[in-house]
């Protein structure tokens, strides 16, 4: 088309109206489309666009979405256009009758007005399938990260939109409620400002998995350091805490390669599970101090064999092992000390010690002999691992 349709004047001005809002704006004229016409003719004979003509308009705006142009950005371009064909409109449109000027103003807002509306909401739909696009591949991307993907070239592609190098070591935090209140979303987003201003945006990772929040920050180059990941758990525990929600975090060791990252998560993401399974009241967990759980752990056959061979005869016991092993436990938390023993359990000193003697008289191994009193601490981590007696010993481990 070559000239307005109202009046087949050139429309070499239009051009020149788009390209100084261009210009002014710093967006690109294409933009405009057939946006500068419709204003036109809505100023010259009060033609309102056709359904088509402002679908196109929701197609701009789509476009400047993809191509990562603001909203704002577009929607001052057509406001910026709009004013100018305005002053811009050729002398054979004009009239000196203040009625009809009304009434192209009136004419020129109402488009301007659809236009705008149109523009912005294909912008938001786009924007909108963007981020589903993004969330999709952020959680795709962070779920082979956390597993460790074998394919370690493609993994450093994927990595770098991200902004993480997955040469240099990196610590993986996780934060969980205690509470089982379903904030992760929320949480993960307030977070994020609190990582982000602390560790920059290169190297940081803020996301949700399986109902906790997942961060991988850097670590350092001096290898793995259990007080540097103890003092990140603090920190996040501690932006966390901001909440009315009692959150549990736990932090690994930072590692360096593509299986570091999957290593540390591993880490932590077993020391939570330990102290949910253990429940411990320590919200900020330090998988060093779990080392022991860890190693029990891995070995169910073995250690259901230790629990079942050391502290199977207390179940011969009056009040059966439950009450015992409470005892004992209770005793190697307080560093063998009887009299905080008794303490933490509201019970005598005397009472205690009594305990503790039958336990040496049904068992066979007194807490007073080291190599004895090994064995019963490691069975009795293992059976509170086990959550025995409360649970049956498995029969097939």
């Known amino acids: 088309m070559t000239g307005s349709r109202a009046t087949g004047m050139p429309e070499d001005w239009l051009a020149a109206v788009a390209a100084s809002a261009a210009a002014s704006c710093r967006v690109p004229a294409d933009l405009l489309g057939g946006y500068l016409p419709m204003l036109a003719d809505a100023a010259i004979d009060g033609r309102r666009p056709a359904p088509r003509d402002l679908d196109a308009v929701r197609e701009l705006g ?7 142009i603001a909203a704002s950005a577009a929607v001052d371009l057509y406001l910026s256009a709009a004013w100018r064909l305005w002053r811009e409109l050729p002398a054979v449109a004009r009239s000196r009758d203040p009625e009809k000027v009304r009434g192209a103003a009136e004419a020129v807002l109402r488009v301007l007005d659809d236009a705008v509306g149109v523009l912005v909401d294909g912008h938001q739909s786009e924007r909108r399938e963007l981020i589903r696009h993004e969330e999709a591949l952020r959680r795709e991307f962070v779920d082979d990260l956390l597993r460790g993907d074998a394919d370690v070239s493609r993994m450093v592609q994927r990595a770098e939109p991200f902004g ?25 987003v307030a977070l994020e400002r609190r990582v982000v201003d602390r560790f920059g945006d290169r190297d940081v990772l803020v996301a949700t998995k399986d109902g906790r929040v997942v961060v991988v920050v850097p670590g350092t180059a001096g290898g793995p350091s259990s007080e540097a990941g103890l003092a990140l758990g603090t920190a996040l525990h501690r932006e966390l805490d901001r909440s009315s929600r009692r959150w549990r975090v736990a932090a690994g060791r930072a590692f360096p390669g593509a299986y570091g990252i999957a290593r540390s998560y591993e880490e932590a993401r077993e020391a939570l599970g330990l102290a949910g399974r253990l429940a411990l009241d320590t919200e900020v967990v330090n998988p060093r101090d779990l080392l022991v759980h860890r190693v029990l752990g891995r070995d169910q056959a073995a250690i259901v064999d230790l629990v079942h061979d050391v502290l199977g005869p207390l179940e011969r016991s009056r009040g059966g092992a439950a009450l015992l092993l409470e005892t004992l436990l209770a005793y190697f938390s307080a560093g063998d000390v009887a009299t905080e023993a008794a303490r933490r359990l509201h019970v005598s000193v005397r009472t205690v010690t009594y305990r503790l003697a039958r336990v040496a008289e049904l068992t066979g191994h007194s807490v007073a002999v080291p190599d004895q009193r090994f064995a019963l601490h490691a069975a009795a981590l293992g059976a509170r691992l086990l959550d025995w007696p409360a649970r049956a010993l498995p029969a097939d481990p």
């Open 62 to 68: 789509r476009q400047a979405a993809a191509r990562g």
């Open 164 to 188: 993480i190098d997955l040469g240099a070591p990196h610590h993986v935090a996780l934060a969980e409620p205690v509470d089982g209140d379903a904030t992760v979303d929320r949480a993960a």
